[in-house]
């Protein structure tokens, strides 16, 4: 500071002496001040990193106990005197493929009639011979569908009739429940789930090594389920979110990115494309569930096109994503110097030329990024959704994007909403751990995208 | 890059509208709609549905409430329209009308059993001997003193009845696109008027008297039972409306409330004691027989023993099983194909 000030006659040296007194004496001040400063942005982001860590401890709390499972391994045998069938049917000489098909489904009708329940019970009271229980406790601890799956074994393979084999079988929800500890273990038998012989007998079975804790891993595998709410998944809307990722990105990329471009480069400056730029940007400040409103009215009402379906999903949220994709494609080319257009068009480029061969290419790194966080933006939504019939309950895989399904964020909201609140909290929490997961691993595709595209150019 | 750009693009869009206009193949997976009551039931039996025939898909159940389902189901007939709408009230004559006005004609009304609903509290909380006139001195906005209405100030329920805890009002009931909500003011608020004494009004006053709820201690949930549930635990000192089945998945939290004397269960419900059950139904849109594989054997195996039947799968869920000779009647009209008519439900 002082150097600044040049030798001066006595008067202005009495000023800049005054001068400088005062710079001193407000230095301090002004450190002050620089320090408050920091200490709140510190403080800002302390609080918020405080909230993030919050709501991860929460739900990881919650949600990580919903990984393992009690499952059971349990000595099945196939009684030929419970399971009375005919021979699985073989194709014959002179039998069309289609008498074949209609022999074997009846051929399975006939083993879904069989009691499979019986089966299992066998298998639960055999676990535990010197424990008295009757059919509807021992098979109160087991989860539902437990004979059907069963059934699929048999069916896939008749040869197990007559024969003894190993079988895991997933506790029920309220024996999962009553072993984790989810309902207040000293509570009186009339608040409690289970009775309190099937409470004993899983007790035991978990004690004697028979029933344990395993790695839950049918909540990737299994679709949602109601009837055996123990093999609930997340297939089903994780194949449906998929679809609809697949359609925002088919459409949403390309039909950003030509607008994006066009509006930039080619477009004339005049009222008109003022007009739709601040369209634009009012676009993408509508809230969610007005592109869902849109889209029933117009995809499904208009296009007819079916409900639940992902391709309607994917539709909407294209929608939404359109002017994310476009307003952050247009600033990343915007940020392009000129003289890089100057150059080409110089050397006698075509303005296209210009577009596609020098100028896209330098943004490639932020399109790329804006179409990414679009995306994850979109995996997240669940408000439009739910006005075009995607919060349905769906027990099967999609096949198609045509097909009913539900989406990651719906099944969310689909098992908060569910009865048994006891095993469906923790639950809730791990398709919400899930759903992150995917996110974060979005967002980092994303950033090391962009950072190794950025270093190449 | 540039032509690899515009033809993938263009390509793109073409496969897209060519995907709408292409879906004109008939739908096979039977697509059902409406009250949130009925859904765990139809939930359960689609699945099982699914499992027990291996040539159908599994149904697809949505929820929205029970008129939020039957104006899906009156939308119109085709592939975007619900085939099956659930329904925790009866279909109302302008919702036939509607159906009509849109070309459903065949409305198939099934109905699958009863249900009670329960007033519970949290489980730490004082016992309580519910009448319908409690209920309707608790939250009617007006109540009537010495002969006049007058404004409600109750603020506990011990001052409505001694035999009551000491304990704030505070009551969550179903909104009112909650069918469950009609069979309240039905079977509680309307049974409580009348005993309340009302003074001597025109049929349209009484009516609204009946039902004008205090806004300050009555929340209104539009949607799910876990929502209530949700204000028993952020204020336990609230009396909440749950359906049966909903109070018997956790009753590890809820403590329910005896009504008129009756304690709810399967057994006084199904038995006409306990006051405050309705019959639950779902509606077929008839003209999608034939059309949606499945839609008959659904119904049929719905109301068969092992699902609707005493010691069905629902009777573990929840759902309180109607008589068999009245579930073999309402399968015969089914097959029948008796549609209905806006006179049947005036």
Redesign the interface.
């Known amino acids: 500071m002082a150097d600044v000030i040049s030798p001066q006659p006595s008067r202005e040296t009495d000023r800049s002496a005054e001068r400088l007194k005062r710079i001193r004496d407000g230095l301090s001040s002004r450190h002050a001040r620089e320090k408050r400063f920091r200490a709140y942005g510190l403080a800002a982001i302390g609080a918020a990193l405080a909230f993030v860590a919050i709501l991860f401890v929460m739900i990881l709390s919650k949600g990580l106990p919903a990984f393992t499972q009690a499952t059971m391994t349990l000595d099945v045998f196939f009684d030929p005197a419970i399971i009375k069938v005919e021979p699985k049917p073989v194709p014959q000489q002179g039998q069309s493929p289609a008498e074949f098909r209609r022999a074997t489904l009846d051929w399975e009708r006939q083993v879904t009639m069989v009691n499979w329940n019986r089966v299992v019970e066998t298998a639960i009271k055999n676990a535990a011979p010197d424990m008295e229980v009757d059919t509807r406790q021992a098979l109160s601890i087991v989860e539902t569908n437990e004979r059907f799956l069963l059934r699929d074994r048999f069916v896939a393979d008749p040869g197990l009739l007559g024969k003894t084999i190993p079988v895991d079988m997933l506790g029920s929800a309220n024996a999962d429940n009553w072993l984790k500890g989810n309902i207040d273990r000293s509570l009186p038998d009339a608040q409690q789930q289970l009775s309190a012989p099937a409470r004993a007998l899983a007790d035991k079975l978990l004690e004697e090594g028979k029933m344990r804790f395993a790695f839950a891993s049918h909540i990737f595998t299994n679709v949602d389920s109601r009837s055996a709410p123990a093999s609930a998944g997340l297939a089903g809307a994780f194949v449906g979110s998929l679809y609809m990722m697949l359609v925002v990105i088919v459409l949403a990329v390309p039909i950003g990115v030509a607008s994006a471009v066009y509006l930039e480069e080619f477009a004339p400056k005049n009222r008109l494309t003022d007009l739709i730029e601040v369209n634009i940007n009012n676009l993408a400040a509508v809230p969610s569930i007005v592109f869902g409103l849109l889209g029933a009215a117009v995809f499904i009402n208009y296009f007819r096109l079916p409900l639940s379906a992902p391709l309607v999903g994917g539709l909407v949220l294209t929608l939404m994503t359109l002017p994310t994709i476009i307003i952050a494609t247009r600033s990343a080319l915007r940020a392009v110097p000129p003289s890089l257009r100057q150059a080409a068009l110089g050397l006698g480029a075509s303005r296209t030329q210009t577009v596609f061969h020098h100028v896209l290419p330098v943004t490639f790194p932020g399109i790329l990024t804006a179409t990414i966080i679009g995306v994850a933006q979109a995996l997240g939504e669940t408000a439009p959704l739910l006005l075009i019939g995607m919060n349905a309950f769906v027990a099967a895989v999609p096949a198609t994007p045509l097909d009913q399904s539900t989406a990651l964020p719906v099944q969310i909201y689909l098992w908060q909403g569910n009865e048994n609140r006891n095993f469906f909290e923790a639950r809730t929490s791990a398709a919400i751990i899930v759903l992150l997961g995917l996110m974060i691993t979005l967002n980092a595709i994303a950033i090391f995208l962009r950072t190794r595209l950025e270093r190449r150019s | 890059?540039?032509k690899l750009?515009l033809t993938?693009?263009a390509a793109?869009?073409a496969?897209?509208l060519s995907?709408?206009a292409s879906?004109a193949q008939s739908?096979d997976?039977i697509?059902?709609?409406g009250s949130?009551t009925v859904?765990?039931f139809a939930?359960?039996v689609?699945?099982?549905f699914?499992?027990?025939?291996?040539?159908f898909?599994?149904p697809?159940?949505?929820?929205g409430g029970s008129s939020g389902g039957l104006r899906q189901f009156c939308g119109g007939v085709?592939?975007?329209t619900?085939d099956i709408a659930n329904s925790s009230r009866r279909i109302r004559p302008a919702e036939v009308e509607a159906c009509n006005a849109a070309g459903v004609n065949k409305i198939l009304e099934v109905q699958i059993g009863y249900d009670g609903i329960v007033f519970a509290t949290s489980?730490n909380q004082g016992d309580f001997q519910l009448q319908p006139v409690h209920v309707f001195k608790a939250i009617a906005a007006q109540v009537p003193v010495d002969g006049e209405l007058v404004n409600n100030t109750y603020k506990n329920w011990n001052e409505i009845d001694p035999s009551l805890p000491d304990q704030a009002i505070n009551v969550a009931i179903p909104a009112s696109n909650h069918g469950t909500r009609e069979v309240f003011e039905e079977k509680v608020l309307h049974a409580g008027c009348e005993e309340a004494g009302m003074p001597e009004l025109d049929k349209e006053a009484l009516q609204k008297a009946c039902t004008s709820l205090r806004q300050d201690v009555v929340v209104e949930i539009a949607?799910?039972?876990?929502?209530t549930?949700a204000r028993l635990q952020s204020n336990p000192a609230t009396v909440g409306v749950f359906g049966l089945?909903?109070y018997d998945?956790?009753?590890?939290?809820l403590k329910v409330a005896s009504v008129s004397g009756v304690t709810p269960s399967l057994e006084t419900i199904a038995s006409g004691e306990y006051p405050v059950s309705r019959p639950l139904y779902f509606y077929v849109k008839g003209e999608h027989i034939g059309t949606v594989p499945g839609i008959e054997e659904y119904v049929e195996f719905f109301l068969s023993d092992q699902m609707a039947g005493v010691g069905g799968?629902l009777e573990g869920?929840g759902l309180i099983p109607a008589p068999a000779e009245e579930t073999a009647e309402v399968l015969a009209e089914f097959k029948e194909g008796k549609a209905i008519a806006v006179a049947d439900v005036q």
């Open positions: 890059m540039n750009f993938a693009s793109s869009i496969v897209a995907a709408g879906f739908r997976t697509q059902i709609a949130s859904l765990p939930s359960i689609a699945e099982e699914g499992n027990a025939f291996p040539d898909k599994t697809v159940v949505g929820s085709g592939e975007n619900i489980a949607g799910d039972y876990t929502e549930l089945s909903f998945q956790n009753r590890d939290t799968t869920a």
